[in-house]
């Protein structure tokens, strides 16, 4: 028993490492995507910004799929720790981030490439025909900007804290944290829904910075720390058990 519970601590102490970095890669490439398309996506006349910088828009792409994939990793890799505590939470974290979400930054990047042909057409066309090209450049555009992902990464972070706070498996502070922070994150999700918001205004950002900052405290956290070795050892008995 005393061998199983070793090595339960040192699987969960590789694995908080893991996790640890992959919240920083998806963060990263997070913040670059929308440095590489913010300036284009955003721009008065969109669609020409589009035709001339699509490499912008390819490469944002690229970075949201990063993100995407190291983010999916993250349930994947918590679910056999997670289950012991309570598995349908466990399970359903896997749904929402690992996943859902991935289906919602998916869709998000096609609709930025699909700004690349029709920003091509848009640059090609007669001028009594731009109104037409700007409504679908703007449909296309409003894909990333629907609050469906912040509900879906949302609902999923307030499970997975949830569940750190219940087993202790990091310092409760930090999961305290992070549910505050995410409830501020679903806020944005109805603000946008009611149109009293956008998903580049100031008081988005700012609503969403606690989350930011917090997500990266705990991949800190992780990296040098680790999951509460006691934590560990308590979720291995419980699954011996059952």
Known sequence: MNTNKASSKETGRKTAIVVGLLYIVGTVAGVLSVVFTGP???ATDALMQVSANQNQIVIGALFVLLMGFALAMVPLLMFPILKKHNEVLALGYVVFRGALEPVTLFATVISWLLLIPLSHEYAKAAVPQAAYFHTVGTLLRSVGDLPLAVFVFGLGALIFYSVLY???LIPRWISVWGLIAIVLHLTTGFLIMFGLQTGFDISNSIMNFPI??????????LIAKGFDPVAI???SGKAEMD
């Open 212 to 221: 930011f900052l917090q997500e990266m405290v705990m991949a800190v956290w």
């Open 40 to 42: 284009v996506l955003n």
């Open 166 to 168: 219940q087993t202790k």
């Open 233 to 235: 050892a308590s979720l």
